[in-house]
């Protein structure tokens, strides 16, 4: 899924981590993440998918921080560079999404607050805990943050057999906004008060957060920046797929298999491969919000 070339990028939002500011007045989000007591929205639960021992959650040891660089985020000026450079095709995404939002959440009687983006390399503090490449991205709503490091989607690609199509990464972007607005809705709490289980709240929330993803993408070539200059062409059914072939990956079902060479539903916290898709798809066929509620579904299958 290409932007238009000549679409404005705002980088207002973005900082890299571990404190400061990054380019274009962002406020930056770092310094010690206190105890959280509502988390949610690791793409890949916990960040169980990598092995890893340090996941948001809890205040983390100091670590070194590898600082998102000035003349990174400077690059990105246009749709162009969201094309050319990973990095700037998620804060491209980023605004795109924002726009989206900003536009539908009104129609349900509710104002779109902002969310910031923390694009950074290596490891950088969040509110939630230690934000870093072990853990994928995620989203904390301590401090309303999505955090980000690029080189996940080699990860994505390399490891868990996503393809390196552009809207594979943008869905990924998507979902963690998704969940920022699940936040403003009030709707977070659900994944924490049931946390296990094919069934559960946390599955509910997270197929919601991937229909929301659909619902961006079926209105994201019609979604314009500040100059009235639309972000994205039209999707192709390859750009689709794309985005089916990450969720496929994500997959709790797949992971399981993948790791222990058996499936165990009453650990999900993201939900199978299908589910994954399936829930994608509504979002992306209906453009209708009503559609993405997964917590009254009869089915999530």
């Known amino acids: 899924m290409s932007f238009n070339d000549n679409v404005q990028i705002d980088t207002s939002s973005t900082s890299g981590g571990g404190g400061g500011r990054g380019p274009g007045g962002g406020v930056a989000v770092g310094g010690v993440g206190g105890v959280i007591l509502l988390i949610i929205a690791l793409l890949f639960g916990g960040g169980d998918i990598f092995g890893g021992s340090g996941s948001p959650g809890g205040q983390a040891a100091p670590q070194q921080q590898q600082q998102g660089s000035s003349e990174q985020f400077a690059k990105c000026k246009t749709g162009a560079d969201a094309n050319k450079y990973v990095e700037c095709r998620v804060i491209a995404t980023q605004n795109s999404v924002e726009a989206y939002w900003k536009k539908e959440l009104p129609r349900y009687g509710q104002n779109y607050t902002k969310a910031q983006l923390v694009l950074y390399q290596g490891s950088t503090q969040s509110a939630c805990g230690l934000a870093s490449n072990a853990v994928?991205?995620?989203?904390?709503?301590?401090?309303?943050?999505?955090?980000?490091?690029?080189?996940?989607?080699?990860?994505?690609?390399?490891?868990?057999?996503?393809?390196?199509?552009?809207?594979?990464?943008?869905?990924?972007?998507?979902?963690?906004?998704?969940?920022?607005?699940?936040?403003?809705?009030?709707?977070?709490?659900?994944?924490?008060?049931?946390?296990?289980?094919?069934?559960?709240?946390?599955?509910?929330?997270?197929?919601?957060?991937?229909?929301?993803?659909?619902?961006?993408?079926?209105?994201?070539?019609?979604?314009?920046?500040?100059?009235?200059?639309?972000?994205?062409?039209?999707?192709?059914?390859?750009?689709?797929?794309?985005?089916?072939?990450?969720?496929?990956?994500?997959?709790?079902?797949?992971?399981?298999q993948k790791a222990q060479g058996r499936v165990t539903p009453e650990s999900w916290t993201h939900g199978s491969s299908a589910e994954r898709q399936k829930w994608f798809l509504t979002g992306y066929q209906s453009g209708d919000v009503n559609q993405c509620d997964t917590f009254n579904a009869a089915s999530l299958g």
């Open 136 to 256: 994928g991205p995620f989203y904390c709503p301590t401090d309303q943050t999505v955090y980000i490091d690029a080189s996940f989607f080699d990860e994505l690609t390399n490891r868990f057999g996503a393809d390196s199509g552009a809207l594979a990464q943008e869905y990924v972007v998507a979902h963690e906004y998704g969940h920022h607005v699940q936040d403003l809705l009030g709707l977070l709490q659900n994944a924490q008060q049931d946390p296990q289980g094919a069934e559960s709240g946390a599955v509910r929330t997270e197929l919601m957060a991937d229909c929301f993803a659909g619902l961006w993408a079926h209105s994201a070539a019609n979604t314009k920046d500040a100059n009235g200059t639309t972000y994205l062409k039209p999707l192709t059914q390859r750009d689709v797929q794309s985005a089916l072939s990450a969720a496929a990956a994500v997959g709790d079902d797949r992971i399981q």
